[in-house]
């Protein structure tokens, strides 16, 4: 499994999907926190400082996992859109191993990821907070960065699994889109709030939370929540969508 | 010596039988042809032979065991289907995915590189590969694990005269080392130039197996121009051939040798002025193979 890993760890590496998404996330990330930072106290802003500020300036979960959640489905259904799944199932026929390694590799990059991208928001925020006088950040701080790992890592997990569902790339992006903002944020959340944090957007959302959970799980239940999102996912690919013939 | 076997297959999609009970062996140190017209079922039973398909009845074997059976397969069996490559990932990169998968080190990579003279693009991007350039990547793709069958199908495509050349060259050597080569075609002149044995199928079904030689030398005929191609043609046709009338003076004469052609025209006293036998390139004996296939069924 190892080996399978590191085949998919030096795919990912020598296409140029994974660096668009790290630059890309790096990118959002540097603009949300210094237009964040920046922008503070303007009407219709957070005071510079307060825990609604302090919180925007850290929720790049939204950014992280996005892009994790398209690399994920790359990662599996962009091997069909490529046909590269032919040689790929050719050396390892047993292709339920060949999906547990991508989402090893999904989960591992994602938790790098996520961490990292944290880490620099982190880097750039406080330096600008302290120039600006505000020396202690409102939230906790260890708690938001290791729910924007999880989180990461778990739509990671989840881009996987709906790109081995679909095995189309665009179908699999759309898709997850139209059900996070339409079906979970639009419709099951303001009708269905105890149904919607058990969804995977619902679920996301506990896990970027920096202060009151009052509703919504706990962050150690929403990780467990997607990862169980993406086991089930990923486990209905299995047994339907990798069984049919290659195209 | 791995000997590819195929044991009363049978593939249905729905109500279609892509491959109807086929039973054909390939043989170890020979390049096996395998031939039939679009949708016969070639490219299924490759897929199923490679474990890409499941078959419905029967079993595809590679020195006995299925594909799926074999440890680390790509060291088996090297295979040119229609796989794709990353538009953006290099070609040395590519195979290099391919050498890890297979266990094999990193050298090898090189190797193949070398062997079908991609080198110096090596670095590029296969998404700028010509056809032929990608053919070449194919087959270095299929040699990376350094396998002692390998299946192809039409790894003539896209080739230039001189790139069909250098497969030739390669794939005799190959099998002359006791590889096994599995080809489908449909350039048949190219197959008729390379291939020792060949597999016709038609509908799924085999319709033949066997040397080419064999093939072509069964249907061997006469071709005869005359003053008299009229009568002639009856004549002939009395005596239980099958004529064709190929020009205005020149008929297309089987099933009747050259003497009994010759002994028929001067018994009517027509002027020959051409006479020679004719050995049916595949192509004819393919067809011949087929609507007789199609009589029959």
């Known amino acids: ?247 | 010596m791995s000997t590819l076997s195929f044991q009363s297959l049978t593939k249905r999609y729905g109500e279609v039988t892509a491959l109807d009970g086929l039973t054909a062996e390939v043989a170890p140190g020979r390049i096996t042809a395998f031939l039939g017209a679009n949708g016969s079922g070639k490219t299924t039973s490759m897929r199923l032979l490679l474990g890409l398909s499941r078959p419905d009845a029967g079993i595809a074997t590679i020195g006995g065991a299925p594909y799926v059976d074999l440890k680390h397969p790509t060291r088996k069996v090297g295979s040119v289907l229609d796989q794709g490559f990353h538009p953006n990932r290099s070609a040395r990169n590519h195979l290099r995915v391919l050498a890890m998968q297979a266990e094999v080190p990193p050298t090898r990579v090189e190797e193949v590189l070398d062997l079908v003279g991609l080198t110096s693009v090596g670095g590029r991007r296969v998404g700028g590969f010509s056809l032929g350039m990608r053919q070449r990547l194919a087959l270095a793709s299929a040699l990376v694990g350094d396998p002692a069958v390998l299946v192809m199908d039409e790894p003539f495509n896209g080739l230039d005269p001189a790139g069909i050349a250098t497969m030739r060259t390669f794939l005799r050597k190959f099998a002359d080392d006791g590889g096994t080569v599995f080809l489908s075609s449909h350039l048949l002149a190219e197959v008729a130039h390379s291939a020792d044995d060949a597999i016709v199928i038609h509908r799924g079904r085999l319709v033949s197996a066997g040397p080419v030689s064999d093939l072509s030398g069964g249907a061997a005929g006469v071709v005869v121009s005359t003053t008299d191609a009229d009568l002639l043609a009856v004549t002939l046709a009395r005596r239980g051939a099958t004529v064709e009338r190929t020009r205005a003076e020149t008929l297309t004469v089987r099933g009747l040798t050259r003497e009994a052609v010759g002994r028929a025209a001067a018994e009517l006293g027509a002027v020959v002025t051409d006479m020679h036998g004719v050995e049916d390139d595949l192509e004819s004996v393919f067809a011949d193979l087929i609507n007789h296939q199609e009589a029959t069924s």
């Open chain 1, 1 to 247: 499994m190892i080996r399978l890993v590191r085949i998919e760890l030096f795919k990912l590496r020598t296409t140029p999907a994974l660096f668009v998404a790290l630059g890309l996330a790096f990118l959002l990330t540097v603009t949300s926190v210094l237009t964040t930072i920046f922008l503070a106290g303007q009407p219709g802003t957070a005071p510079l400082g307060s825990v609604e500020n302090v919180s925007h300036v850290l929720a790049i979960g939204v950014v992280t996992s996005f892009s994790m959640l398209i690399l994920g489905i790359m990662l599996s259904a962009g091997e069909d859109r490529h046909r590269t799944s032919l040689s790929t199932y050719l050396a390892e026929p047993r292709r339920g191993r060949v999906l547990v390694a991508k989402l090893l590799t999904a989960g591992l990059v994602g938790t790098v990821g996520g961490a990292v991208v944290f880490g620099l928001d982190l880097a750039i925020a406080v330096p600008l907070y302290a120039a600006k006088g505000v020396h202690h950040l409102p939230v906790d701080v260890m708690t938001l960065w290791t729910g924007t790992t999880l989180l990461t890592a778990c739509f990671g997990l989840l881009g996987v699994a709906l790109g081995a569902l679909t095995r189309n790339t665009v179908a699999a992006i759309i898709g997850a889109l139209v059900w996070a903002a339409v079906i979970e944020l639009a419709v099951l959340q303001p009708l269905f709030p105890s149904l919607a944090k058990w969804l995977p957007t619902g679920a996301a959302v506990s896990l970027t939370v920096a202060t009151d959970h009052s509703g919504m799980l706990s962050p150690a239940a929403a990780a467990l929540v997607l990862v169980g999102w993406a086991a089930a996912v990923a486990l209905v690919a299995s047994r339907i969508t990798l069984r049919r013939e290659l195209r």
